[in-house]
């Protein structure tokens, strides 16, 4: 039998089904770019499942604990109890004020609980799927991931009809379903890394990375258009949307430009690498001579840039998810020109913060393209995300308009460089130089990045859960340090890049004056 380390040498692409049936339709192969346009599509669609499934439990929370430590706070709903409420048995929701056991005094602790065992499993099995990911067919794999969230995501749903009001099956589904979503982000980036060159690709990724926001914002609306008819269906509906779209990933997904047999166009074959090292070899190689083999762990985490990014990214998620997982509920429990909202208008609402991060992601990626500096801009975004949110807490009271405003600016600012962090960067540093064109690993170094993010994105929640029983006021100063922190972590790159640019233009200036005086000279 085969070692792990020798699978890559073994694995045998074939064309997925999808794209022999479209060469069948066409009465021929597809272009390099119709490949494209099919990888950006179907991961597109992929990734906005994964967080449509994820952002369900934000939207059920206030259902599940509409319990408010604000004096005079209403729902309108009722629970109903067959029994007495000691023995915590024979309950009936009918669009009640809670489900137990998240409906008692420390509900938001246990609400906290499940998020952070959901993403302290996602983040230890993105470490595992991105070095399986690396030596396994990307499909596949995705594939499987894509079913098994769907399965778990259902069957937190299931606890409404079958009753169940044990906390510790709703926390092994929730952890058993995080280790199926770290199956997603090291494999569409990975994918994605392959098909597309370092040109424009903080563009293209920026606008590629609305998936994000667009499976929040898909996941709110579906989740709050279905709680009024029971929260169960709100995790049923989005599992099993995962499970159809994760069929539609092992029929059409081609992995990379060889498993297609397709050529790679000259644009694609990559830019000249730029940071110093005088080369000019294809950011991903394409040479068939070039034997690729994927890289270890510890060799991935030495590739310089990956640690401070990854660090950064755990302050950055550490803020994103917690807007994540209790934007809705901090809405809901903050009376907004006086008034209190529904957790359904709550939710809705909420996605005016996803809006917000598909700007800022696109805004990152662009900036950073055009500057050619992501530290630069990864930085700067989150320095600027430290005043929105102080404005937010601040002054999101005074009226609706007022509250969307500003948090439309704190998605774009929170959201902006998580997203390049997540993208671009992790694709070009699981390129570098240091590689020598081995594009083999791309899913290891991204689910290093996005993993240590992601135990941030676990600590967040947690801490929020805890500390905004006290004072919101103390969550939202948690978030403005860790956003200083994350810009603090790319101190050395982003002097780095100012360096750079610096010596560029001195470089270009020296350059005109020389062709000045030649031209004086009449040389």
Same mark, same amino acid.
């Given at each position: 039998m085969?070692?792990?380390?020798e699978?890559p040498?073994?694995?045998n692409?074939?064309?997925?089904?999808g794209?022999r049936?479209?060469?069948y339709?066409k009465?021929?192969?597809l272009?390099y770019?119709?490949?494209?346009a099919i990888?950006?599509?179907?991961?597109?669609?992929?990734?906005?499942?994964?967080h449509?499934?994820?952002?369900?439990?934000?939207?059920?929370?206030?259902a599940l604990?509409p319990q408010?430590?604000?004096?005079?706070?209403k729902?309108?709903?009722?629970?109903?109890y067959l029994s007495?409420p000691?023995?915590?048995k024979?309950f009936s929701?009918?669009?009640g004020?809670g489900?137990a056991?998240?409906?008692?005094?420390?509900?938001?602790?246990?609400l906290?609980?499940?998020?952070?065992a959901?993403?302290?499993?996602y983040?230890?099995g993105?470490y595992?799927s991105?070095?399986?990911?690396?030596?396994?067919n990307l499909r596949?794999?995705?594939?499987v991931?894509?079913?098994?969230?769907?399965l778990?995501?259902?069957?937190f749903?299931v606890?409404?009809?079958?009753?169940?009001h044990?906390?510790?099956?709703?926390?092994?589904?929730?952890?058993i +379903?995080?280790? $199926?979503?770290?199956?997603?982000?090291p494999s569409v /980036? @990975?994918?994605?890394?392959n098909?597309?060159g370092k040109? *424009?690709?903080?563009?293209?990724?920026?606008?590629w990375n609305?998936?994000?926001s667009?499976g929040n914002i898909?996941g709110?609306?579906?989740?709050?258009?279905?709680?009024s008819y029971?929260w169960?269906?709100?995790?049923?509906?989005?599992?099993l949307?995962i499970?159809f779209?994760?069929?539609?990933?092992f029929l059409?997904?081609?992995?990379s430009?060889e498993?297609v047999?397709?050529?790679?166009?000259?644009d694609?074959v990559?830019s000249?690498?730029?940071?110093?090292?005088?080369?000019?070899?294809?950011?991903?190689g394409s040479?068939?001579?070039?034997?690729?083999? +994927?890289?270890g $762990?510890?060799?991935?985490?030495?590739?310089?840039? /990956? @640690?401070?990014?990854?660090f950064?990214l755990?302050?950055? *998620?550490?803020?994103?998810y917690?807007?994540?997982?209790?934007l809705p509920?901090y809405?809901s429990?903050?009376?907004?020109e006086g008034?209190?909202?529904?957790s359904?208008t709550?939710g809705?609402l909420?996605?005016?913060f996803d809006i917000?991060?598909?700007?800022?992601?696109i805004?990152?990626?662009?900036i950073s393209?055009?500057l050619?500096?992501?530290?630069i801009?990864?930085?700067?975004f989150?320095?600027?995300?430290i005043p929105a949110?102080?404005f937010y807490?601040?002054?999101?009271?005074?009226?609706l308009v007022?509250?969307?405003a500003?948090?439309?600016?704190c998605?774009m600012?929170?959201n902006?460089?998580y997203?390049?962090?997540t993208?671009a960067?992790?694709?070009d540093?699981?390129?570098?130089?240091s590689?020598?064109?081995?594009s083999?690993?791309?899913?290891?170094?991204?689910?290093?990045i996005d993993?240590?993010?992601?135990?941030?994105?676990?600590?967040g929640?947690?801490l929020?859960?805890?500390?905004s029983?006290k004072?919101w006021?103390a969550v939202f100063m948690?978030?403005?340090?860790?956003?200083?922190?994350?810009?603090?972590?790319l101190t050395?790159l982003?002097?780095a890049?100012v360096v750079?640019?610096?010596?560029?233009?001195?470089?270009?200036?020296?350059?005109s004056?020389l062709?000045?005086?030649?031209e004086e000279l009449g040389?």
């Amino acid at each position: 039998m085969a070692s792990l380390s020798e699978l890559p040498a073994l694995r045998n692409y074939s064309k997925p089904f999808g794209i022999r049936f479209l060469e069948y339709i066409k009465k021929g192969k597809l272009s390099y770019k119709t490949h494209q346009a099919i990888v950006l599509i179907v991961t597109f669609l992929a990734y906005t499942c994964y967080h449509a499934t994820r952002k369900t439990t934000s939207i059920v929370k206030s259902a599940l604990d509409p319990q408010s430590p604000d004096v005079g706070l209403k729902f309108p709903w009722r629970m109903t109890y067959l029994s007495s409420p000691a023995e915590k048995k024979g309950f009936s929701w009918v669009l009640g004020d809670g489900w137990a056991p998240f409906n008692g005094s420390d509900g938001s602790a246990l609400l906290g609980e499940l998020d952070v065992a959901f993403l302290s499993v996602y983040a230890l099995g993105m470490y595992f799927s991105g070095h399986l990911g690396d030596r396994m067919n990307l499909r596949v794999f995705l594939t499987v991931g894509m079913v098994g969230t769907g399965l778990f995501t259902s069957l937190f749903g299931v606890g409404y009809w079958a009753k169940i009001h044990s906390f510790y099956y709703f926390l092994i589904v929730q952890m058993i +379903a995080g280790l $199926f979503q770290s199956t997603g982000w090291p494999s569409v /980036v @990975a994918v994605v890394g392959n098909w597309f060159g370092k040109k *424009k690709r903080g563009l293209i990724m920026g606008i590629w990375n609305a998936h994000t926001s667009v499976g929040n914002i898909a996941g709110s609306l579906i989740a709050s258009a279905l709680l009024s008819y029971g929260w169960g269906w709100s995790f049923v509906v989005p599992g099993l949307l995962i499970a159809f779209v994760g069929l539609l990933v092992f029929l059409f997904l081609p992995v990379s430009p060889e498993s297609v047999g397709a050529d790679k166009e000259e644009d694609e074959v990559g830019s000249p690498r730029k940071i110093g090292e005088g080369v000019t070899e294809p950011l991903l190689g394409s040479d068939a001579e070039i034997k690729e083999t +994927a890289v270890g $762990f510890i060799e991935a985490w030495k590739i310089p840039g /990956v @640690a401070p990014f990854a660090f950064c990214l755990f302050f950055a *998620k550490l803020v994103a998810y917690t807007f994540l997982y209790w934007l809705p509920y901090y809405i809901s429990h903050t009376a907004i020109e006086g008034k209190y909202l529904s957790s359904e208008t709550a939710g809705n609402l909420s996605t005016f913060f996803d809006i917000g991060g598909v700007l800022g992601g696109i805004l990152a990626g662009h900036i950073s393209d055009r500057l050619d500096a992501r530290a630069i801009t990864a930085a700067t975004f989150m320095y600027c995300a430290i005043p929105a949110l102080y404005f937010y807490r601040t002054y999101g009271h005074i009226s609706l308009v007022m509250n969307i405003a500003l948090m439309f600016i704190c998605g774009m600012f929170v959201n902006g460089p998580y997203a390049l962090i997540t993208t671009a960067v992790s694709a070009d540093l699981g390129t570098h130089s240091s590689l020598r064109g081995n594009s083999k690993a791309l899913a290891t170094v991204t689910a290093i990045i996005d993993g240590t993010g992601s135990v941030g994105a676990a600590i967040g929640p947690l801490l929020t859960g805890y500390i905004s029983a006290k004072s919101w006021s103390a969550v939202f100063m948690m978030l403005m340090g860790a956003a200083l922190v994350a810009g603090l972590l790319l101190t050395r790159l982003l002097v780095a890049e100012v360096v750079a640019r610096i010596s560029e233009s001195r470089s270009q200036a020296g350059g005109s004056q020389l062709t000045s005086q030649d031209e004086e000279l009449g040389v």
